[in-house]
Structures are given as structure tokens and as C-alpha cells.
């Protein structure tokens, strides 16, 4: 069985501050892994995604994240914070071998003060 | 342009009414998912379907069904059995059933009781 975890359901940084959203996930196989930002009444669009090859990829809006298999994590990060950020932020994962299907997190909501 | 369409964005069911909630895509993806999103919860998956004339029930298909009689077309029915069926419904979409690929998801319906 697969599982995405997302530590935080809520995280507030100040404009211009460094963005990190955690995101740990469980498998026995090599995973798939996703980040979607959903913006409000919006769908959600696709960030940035590892597959294999380099364990940092980067994404859209300067978004980068770290695929760490010894960690079982991919945590999403931002060196600079915009309020345009502000959404609410998903870490999906699929397994190889299995049925493709997404598992999602639960979500975390970015806050971005001025 | 490409991409997924779902309507109504906004729908009203009355106590014991069956209402359907549609989803097409010209992408040419081969397949489909129905995703409910309630607050702090997630994504939850309904229902999927890989090709057409054929769909799977996901983790919470009780008081819901599909159909996949085109390769655009996926609509969901929330029936009556669906005791709380307020939430944010979500369709998406891939161009196979690999794991490498993302998601494209429609802009979502909201569906209250009456």
C-alpha cells in the first residue's frame, strides 16, 4: 500500500521568507512523486514532478523539491515567498509496478503575510 | 485549446435526488478519475476508468457511479445512498495509465444539499 503524508495542514510565512512544505510518503518500490498547487475554486495544476534520474528537480513559480530515499521524503521549497503563493499545496505519489493510481496528501494551505 | 471541462461549477441536490455531474476531456487521454475533496481530507478517489467500457471503483465509490461510453466522456451520478454528498468534486485526467505522467484536472463542481 502506498501513502503520502503532509506534515503541517497550515503553514504562514512572512513575503520574501524561505517556503517549505513537507511531504513523506511510504512504499517498498520506487515511487513516482507530484506536487500540485491548487489556487481557491480552482483545480490543480502540476508544480513539479520526480520520476528518475536527478533527486532535485524544478518546477514552476521557483519552486524546487528534493526526492531523499534514505528520508522516504520529497519536500517542497521556496528560497523567496510571494503573496501569489498563497494556495493550498498537494504531494502525490505513485508506485511503479502497480496500477498508476495517485494517492494524495492531505494538503497544506501556504499563508504569505506582507 | 486542450483540457477538461466540468459542469455545472456550482449544484444543488434536493433529499433523495440523483444528480449527475459532468466531466470532458479533448485531450485524447485513455483515462479518467472522479476525486471529492472535502476540507483537511484531501483527495479521495471515486472512481477511475483506464479505457473505455470499463471503470474501477476507488476508496469511496459507495453512493456513486460512472459510465465511460466515450473516450471523452466520464460522468459521475451521486445517487440518493450518497447520505453527505456536499463537497468539491474534481475530474481528472492522464494520457495512459503510466506512472510517470501527471494529472490534468478540470476547474471542479461544487455540490451542496438543499
Known amino acids: 500500500a502506498q501513502s503520502v503524508t503532509q506534515l503541517g495542514s497550515h503553514v504562514s510565512v512572512s513575503e520574501g521568507a524561505l517556503v517549505l512544505l513537507r511531504c513523506n510518503y511510504s512504499?517498498?518500490?520506487?515511487?513516482?512523486l507530484f506536487w500540485y498547487v491548487q489556487y481557491p475554486n480552482q483545480g490543480l495544476q502540476l508544480l513539479l514532478k520526480?520520476?528518475?534520474?536527478?533527486?532535485l528537480v524544478k518546477g514552476i513559480n521557483g519552486f524546487e523539491a528534493e526526492f531523499k530515499k534514505s528520508e522516504t521524503s520529497f519536500h517542497l521549497t521556496k528560497p523567496s515567498a510571494h503573496m501569489s503563493d498563497a494556495a493550498e499545496y498537494f504531494c502525490?505519489?505513485?508506485?511503479?509496478?502497480?496500477?498508476?493510481?495517485?494517492?494524495f496528501g492531505r494538503g497544506t494551505s501556504l499563508i504569505v503575510h506582507p | 485549446d486542450g483540457g477538461i471541462t466540468q459542469s455545472p461549477k456550482y449544484l444543488f441536490r434536493k433529499e433523495g435526488q440523483n444528480v449527475t455531474l459532468s466531466c470532458e476531456q479533448n485531450?485524447?487521454?485513455?483515462?479518467m478519475y472522479w476525486y471529492r475533496q472535502d476540507p483537511g481530507q484531501g483527495l479521495r478517489l471515486i472512481y477511475y476508468?483506464?479505457?473505455?467500457?470499463?471503470?474501477q471503483k476507488g476508496d469511496i465509490a459507495e453512493g456513486y457511479s460512472v459510465s465511460r461510453e466515450k473516450k471523452e466522456s466520464f460522468p459521475l451520478t451521486v445517487t440518493s445512498a450518497q447520505k453527505n454528498p456536499t463537497a468539491f468534486y474534481l475530474c481528472?485526467?492522464?494520457?495512459?495509465?503510466?506512472?510517470?505522467?501527471?494529472?490534468?484536472f478540470g476547474s471542479g463542481t461544487q455540490l451542496s444539499v438543499l
Open positions: 481528472a485526467s492522464k494520457k495512459t495509465q503510466s506512472g510517470n505522467e501527471k494529472l490534468f
Open positions: 512504499s517498498s518500490v520506487p515511487p513516482y
Open positions: 520526480y520520476t528518475t534520474g536527478a533527486t
Open positions: 502525490a505519489v505513485i508506485l511503479s509496478g502497480g496500477s498508476y493510481i495517485p494517492t
Open positions: 485531450l485524447n487521454h485513455d483515462a
Open positions: 476508468s483506464q479505457i473505455v467500457n470499463d471503470f
